[in-house]
């Protein structure tokens, strides 16, 4: 097994498994290269949550895609395994989760950019699969750990537009097992959301969030126009000390949106 690492400092846990590493990034011909030698199976799990503008997203997402397909596709015909995201496939209608059928509606930046992406993985002669995860939380997030954090230290979790935003997630060491048995599945040539079949509305996410942390959380709602000008304020100051950032006008779209579902169910048949 070898992971194509940006940072190698950060891989030391891969190197202790046993995992060879290949320093680079989506950029890096010559590395993709390399770390795609040999493999049976490639997986794309690379991309971009956060930019300062589209170009930057569809560089990464779109760009960077079209490069490992590539350097896959000069080692024979490996099998390819695409991270993408719900976010691809646009918002869900409540109470009808995505299935991967549906024409796919982005209302981000960062959807559309991911939707590029799974777009160059299509167009390629590759067996491929493409996975749409909702939220994913455990063991190596970040973002929905830093909501935890601040439940933890203030007491307090916000729910965005009325709090009944249906919702779909993931655990990270569920998604491992899901992209593992995509590359030995009956999945070649399609399109699956992964996620568990629970689904959750925002409030009752804000609310598990406090029992989690075991204290006391208030649980508070930010209108739709509120949560579009603090948006806006976050966005305007990340571009004038040009820092790129996961939460800006552009995303309040996707952030209000009524639902973000998905069904597991073809996939949980065909990954066996």
Not at 42 to 61: P, S
Not at 223 to 241: C, E, F, H, K, N
């Amino acid at each position: 097994m070898t992971a194509l690492v940006r940072t190698p400092g950060k891989a030391a846990r891969l190197v202790e498994l046993g995992v060879s590493t290949v320093p680079g990034d989506l950029d890096d011909l010559a590395a993709l290269e390399q770390a795609c030698a040999s493999q049976e199976i490639v997986y794309h799990l690379a991309g971009l949550v956060r930019a300062r503008d589209e170009d930057e997203f569809l560089r990464i997402n779109e760009g960077g895609t079209a490069n490992l397909v590539a350097a896959a596709r000069g080692q024979g015909s490996p099998r390819f395994i695409q991270l993408s995201s719900l976010a691809a496939g646009g918002p869900s209608t409540p109470g009808r989760p995505q299935t991967g059928e549906e024409t796919p509606r982005p209302v981000s930046v960062y959807g559309r950019s991911k939707l590029a992406g799974e777009e160059v993985v299509r167009a390629s002669d590759l067996p491929w699969t493409i996975l749409r995860p909702p939220l994913v939380y455990g063991p190596g997030d970040t973002e929905i750990f830093r909501a935890f954090k601040a439940a933890a230290r203030l007491g307090l979790s916000a729910t965005l537009g009325s709090g009944e935003q249906e919702l779909s997630g993931l655990f990270a060491p569920d998604l491992a097992t899901a992209l593992a048995a995509a590359g030995v599945g009956e999945t070649v040539g399609k399109t699956y959301p992964v996620c568990h079949p629970e689904i959750f509305t925002s409030r009752e996410m804000a609310r598990a969030v406090g029992e989690a942390v075991g204290k006391k959380v208030n649980v508070f709602n930010l209108s739709a126009g509120v949560t579009r000008g603090l948006l806006a304020v976050i966005g305007a100051s990340a571009r004038l000390i040009g820092r790129p950032t996961l939460l800006d006008s552009a995303k309040a779209d996707e952030l209000l949106a009524p639902a973000w579902t998905g069904d597991p169910t073809a996939f949980t048949r065909d990954s066996g």
